[in-house]
């Protein structure tokens, strides 16, 4: 039986954005490692890039471009890429144009704005009668932004604010928290948190035969001051940083997406 487990997608969204990727290896960017019954297994791999939906693997691999979008080697080849060829990328969704001034004057640079999709898979025999025990474990990536604009009165006439907040679930008290820091530290530089976003792909669970049978999810947000925002159903508090969640004959019907906010460290 052929076993896929696809990885949580990785993207540069926002300049001010950045992705704490645990590897500097190209495809095993998350130090995927997967083992049945306590003995490791080899995965073969496939990646896709793709732009407003659409594969545009095949395309990169063409100009030499890595599909990681966050290496540096990813924005070196993306510099070597003919200016004819630019409005190609940003018709396609591909890249957007930034400009830097390192004190060598305005430079104009092309930033990636794919999503690369990672799935190990293998092949697996299933003996009857016996229970075969498969363990994955691997590093999520970490989307970052220096500060945060929740909190701000001003957000809800925002358009994306919305589709944010149904992501990350985020409810009444939430909001209060955020808006009664950010008025702690009006008139002061800064913004009273960073924003930390994390994917975890947990639909795959539902292409099992049945249902998960105990399923135990622990959300930790690191630090006690810090908030934390995600989508569950009879989530208990376990300790000042940790969040439980149980369910019995689980079917997933959705991903995981936890959004932390930390305070900055005192300067």
């Known amino acids: 039986m052929l076993v896929a487990f696809p990885m949580p997608e990785v993207r540069l969204d926002e300049n001010d954005s950045n992705n704490s990727v645990p590897t500097e290896d190209p495809v095993n960017l998350l130090g995927f490692t997967t083992m049945v019954n306590g003995q490791p297994v080899k995965t073969e791999v496939e990646q896709r890039a793709t732009a407003v939906e659409l594969d545009r693997t095949q395309l990169l691999k ?12 990813t924005h070196e080849a993306l510099d070597k890429v003919p200016r004819e060829k630019w409005d190609e990328f940003i018709r ?11 004190g060598k004057g305005p430079e104009k640079h092309l930033i990636p704005r794919w999503a690369l999709h990672t799935t190990f898979y293998w092949e697996q025999t299933f003996k009857a009668k016996v229970e075969t025990v498969i363990q994955h474990r691997y590093k999520p990536s970490v989307g970052e932004s220096l500060g ?19 992501k990350y679930c985020m409810d009444r008290d939430f909001l209060s928290a955020v808006q009664r820091a950010r008025s702690a530290v009006r008139g002061r530089a800064g913004s009273p948190y960073s924003e930390q976003r994390i994917a975890y792909v947990l639909r795959t669970g539902a292409n099992w035969s049945g249902t998960i049978g105990e399923f135990r999810l622990v959300v930790d947000k690191g630090d006690s001051d810090s908030l934390v925002s995600f989508c569950a159903k009879g989530v208990k508090k376990l300790n000042a ?26 300067r």
């Open 62 to 73: 063409a100009l030499g471009i890595p599909l990681a979008p966050h290496l540096r080697a």
């Open 92 to 102: 396609l969704g591909l890249a957007e144009i930034e400009e830097t001034d390192i």
């Open 148 to 166: 945060t604009s929740l909190g701000d009165p001003a957000l809800a006439r925002e358009s994306w604010f919305e589709e944010y907040k149904q």
């Open 241 to 266: 940083t940790q969040f439980e969640v149980r369910a019995s004959d689980y079917v997933p019907d959705g991903d995981l997406s936890i959004l932390i906010l930390k305070k900055p460290p005192p």
